[in-house]
């Protein structure tokens, strides 16, 4: 099956350091990738939809400047958060999708834990 | 606007024992509809899925759901529950032909298996 890994699995950094998280579909072609964020307890939070090769769109609240998304390629999308803060500290999960389908496949998620 | 409603928070229920977690949705389109369940500190596993066809609705480790549209809903059964079992599901629908392929999550239910 559809197959989405994410690295790292958990991080711990500094207050105002950036912290990136990469997400790759293995074995299939990821159209469309989705982050997400989830803090403890809570649901699942749409942060921002990414197509390859284009700008992600970012959903109300979402700070773009502070959750800066990458699609290069059909494969691998990254967010990486910048000028991170204890408030930054969650649950990140990401998940793609390919072709027609509407199914997403999700990632095992990266814990950030910000000190 | 879309959304999902999970009411009950947290289920309690003895190991054997049959359960029902609710899930209802709002949407003035058709949907595609999930059940993906959590561990603790893990990513989504999905359980089942409704995309067309038939309402009933046969997933994995035992759990099958029905879609009823006439109720907007889609709750999730297993007629014996096991230790195994415990742990964060969330009810996910997504719009059919949106083209956003977005996700709308409930809130969740923690169900508890009790020896």
């Known amino acids: 099956g559809a197959v989405v890994s994410q690295h790292p699995s958990r991080v711990i950094c500094k207050s105002g350091t950036s912290v990136k998280i990469e997400c790759r579909s293995l074995?299939?072609?990821?159209?469309?990738m989705f982050w997400y964020r989830q803090f403890p307890k809570q649901s699942l939070m749409l942060m921002a939809t990414?197509?390859?090769?284009?700008?992600?769109?970012?959903e109300q609240g979402v700070e773009k400047d502070k959750f800066l998304i990458n699609h290069a390629s059909l494969t691998l999308s990254t967010l990486t958060v910048t000028s991170a803060h204890p408030e930054d500290s969650s649950f990140y999960i990401c998940s793609a999708r390919g072709g027609s389908t509407n199914e997403q496949f999700f990632g095992p998620g990266t814990r950030l834990t910000v000190l | 606007a879309q959304s999902v409603t999970q009411l009950d928070s947290q289920v309690p229920v003895f190991e054997e024992a049959p359960v029902e977690l609710r899930c209802n949705y709002s949407?003035?389109?058709?949907?595609?509809l999930f059940w993906y369940v959590q561990y603790p500190n893990q990513g989504l596993q999905l359980l089942l899925k409704?995309?067309?066809?038939?309402?009933l609705v046969k997933g994995i480790n035992g759990f099958e759901a029905e879609f009823n549209k006439s109720q907007t809903s889609f709750h999730l059964r297993k007629p014996s529950v096991h230790i195994s079992d415990t742990a964060e599901y969330f009810c996910?629908?997504?719009?059919?032909?949106?083209?956003?392929?977005?996700?709308?999550f409930g809130t969740g239910t923690r169900l508890k298996v009790l020896a």
């Open positions: 074995d299939f072609q990821a159209t469309t």
């Open positions: 996910a629908v997504s719009d059919r032909g949106s083209g956003t392929y977005k996700y709308i």
């Open positions: 409704y995309l067309s066809g038939s309402t």
């Open positions: 949407s003035s389109v058709s949907v595609y």
């Open positions: 990414s197509n390859e090769g284009s700008k992600a769109t970012y």
